[in-house]
């Protein structure tokens, strides 16, 4: 039995489809609150593979909910991750880039030393240092720049505003690396099909900016690009982002288990998805 927490979120979602015709149990927030031991640990009796996408994702809104946030990204990841040992289950822990703090020239390995410089950064890390404590079965996943279908972030909001033309201030400057969450969870259960416990890095590889990924996706739907590009610090967010949010793949190369696309070839994957709708 593998159990899907977080299931109504972006990621939680694709995995759900990608897991289709197996014994899979889904749950959402509503369904399974992670900050809930006792609901976490019932939701997963019997489980031999769970997958925790479930977590406090807004970035702005922890600085203001701050405890909020590490209820649910710090003590609620350990709560799944206690639950995982009680019931001899493999884990999936999903984390984020937020955990560094973006000041480094090269793209960021798995062994880089964290620096979070946000509320939501800090109970994510701190989420981290508490799963790797509570269980030994565990791939702890940081994936960044997700987008997909349905998905509530700007980054998956980006393919239906450039198509309809909508007026768009957007950052020229944060180097990322736009991730299709359909290839990130194929990555994440081709992994979690292994017993390579560690921590892993899933990202689309090469490098954007959010402007130019926009600019890409305007000359595929073939429409005129109607933004403007700025710098990072003109935008005004409340939290810090990480102006370099690049990962290098080391233990997947090393495993010989990367097989993520080309930030290039995943989006116009997706775009064809969405074409036969």
């Known amino acids: 039995m593998i159990v899907v927490l977080g299931a109504g979120g972006l990621l939680g979602r694709y995995l759900v489809e990608e897991l289709r015709g197996q014994d899979v149990h889904a749950f959402t927030r509503a369904e399974c609150d992670i900050t809930d031991a006792a609901a976490v640990r019932s939701r997963t009796r019997g489980a031999e593979l769970i997958l925790n996408c479930a977590a406090y994702t807004n970035v702005d809104?922890?600085?203001?909910?701050?405890?909020?946030?590490?209820?649910?990204?710090?003590?609620?990841?350990e709560n799944v991750a206690r639950a995982a040992t009680a019931h001899e289950a493999r884990l999936v822990h999903v984390s984020t880039d937020f955990v560094f703090d973006g000041l480094q020239a090269e793209p960021y390995d798995e062994l880089a030393q964290p620096n979070p410089q946000s509320s939501y950064a800090r109970s994510k890390l701190a989420g981290e240092v508490l799963a790797r404590a509570a269980t030994a079965r565990l791939f702890l996943v940081r994936v960044q720049g997700l987008y997909g279908t349905g998905g509530a972030n700007f980054s998956s909001k980006l393919r239906a505003l450039v198509?309809?033309?909508k007026p768009l201030?957007?950052?020229g400057e944060r180097r990322v690396q736009p991730t299709w969450a359909r290839a990130a969870a194929r990555q994440i259960l081709a992994l979690a099909g292994t017993d390579a416990y560690g921590t892993y890095h899933v990202s689309c590889k090469g490098e954007a900016t959010w402007a130019a990924f926009a600019a890409r996706l305007a000359e595929r739907l073939g429409v005129t690009p109607r933004w403007k590009v700025v710098r990072s610090d003109e935008l005004g967010a409340p939290a810090k982002r990480p102006p370099n949010c690049l990962f290098r793949h080391r233990m997947l190369e090393l495993r010989g288990l990367d097989r993520m696309p080309s930030w290039e070839q995943a989006q116009d994957d997706y775009l064809a998805e969405e074409a036969a709708r």
């Open 61 to 77: 809104g922890a600085e203001k909910e701050e405890t909020a946030a590490w209820r649910a990204n710090a003590l609620g990841a």
């Open 163 to 165: 198509r309809d033309g």
């Open 169 to 171: 201030t957007l950052d």
